[in-house]
């Protein structure tokens, strides 16, 4: 069975300090990888998508970037956190790109002061 | 202007009663219909979907309609049960890869006993 796992579950964090959010999937091979944001009273929206290894593609420009080191780990990163980073970060997976059915892991909520 | 609206933020219905939860978009080009189902603090999974050359689709409890030259998509729950209390996010994908669903800002359905 496949699951997901993000890391970590909360973070509280300085305006102008870095970030790194992990994302682990196992059990499948080769997945589909998204990154989706929620700002607090906010819509979810797609921030990065990657299909393979070394490769992301961004959605929304919010001065974030995202790798994707190995086949079942994708990474959230910025080296300054604004104020509107904050939010709930949702990675997820899927089968293939057009099937409209993700799986999300437990999301990682960001507070930056 | 958003794209996709959930126009009721709350809904509260009676046990056993019918809870109709609704959905409209502006986009032509979405072909995938979805409702996802999201507890305090879980992340959303997908309940019910159907493609663009469906326009009703029925699953146990479930029924979904699809009224494209309205451009309104709709959840149908019979018998409601407490433990349908969630939030219910309706989600859209246009065709084109990279599996961007375009979220509602989702509907909090209580079902009082």
């Known amino acids: 069975a496949q699951t997901i796992h993000q890391w970590p579950v909360a973070e509280i964090k300085a305006v102008g300090s870095p970030l790194s959010l992990g994302c682990t999937i196992k059990?499948?091979?080769?997945?589909?990888l998204y990154w989706y944001w929620q700002a607090t009273g906010g819509t979810l929206q797609q921030l990065f998508y990657s299909i393979t290894v070394g490769q992301v593609e961004s959605v929304v420009q919010l001065n974030l970037s995202a790798s994707r080191p190995k086949d079942d780990q994708f990474i959230l990163s910025t080296e300054k956190l604004l104020l509107s980073h904050s939010g709930f970060y949702l990675c997820?997976?899927?089968?293939?790109?057009?099937?409209?059915?993700?799986?999300f892991g437990e999301g990682s909520k960001l507070t930056v002061l | 202007g958003q794209q996709v609206k959930q126009s009721s933020p709350s809904l509260t219905v009676q046990e056993g009663g019918i809870s109709i939860l609704n959905c409209d978009y502006e986009?032509?080009?979405?072909?995938?219909f979805a409702w996802y189902k999201k507890y305090p603090d879980n992340s959303p999974t997908l309940l019910i979907s159907v493609r663009s050359n469906v326009d009703k689709r029925e699953d146990g409890r479930l029924t979904v309609f699809l009224n494209k030259s309205g451009k309104h998509f709709s959840l149908h729950i019979t018998a409601s049960q407490p433990e349908d209390t969630a939030v219910y996010l309706c989600?859209?994908?246009?065709?084109?890869?990279?599996?961007?669903?375009?979220f509602g800002q989702g509907t909090v359905l209580s079902v009082i006993p």
């Open positions: 986009n032509d080009m979405f072909d995938y």
């Open positions: 989600a859209l994908l246009a065709t084109g890869g990279n599996n961007k669903l375009t």
């Open positions: 997820a997976w899927s089968l293939g790109v057009n099937t409209g059915q993700l799986y």
């Open positions: 059990g499948k091979s080769s997945p589909n």
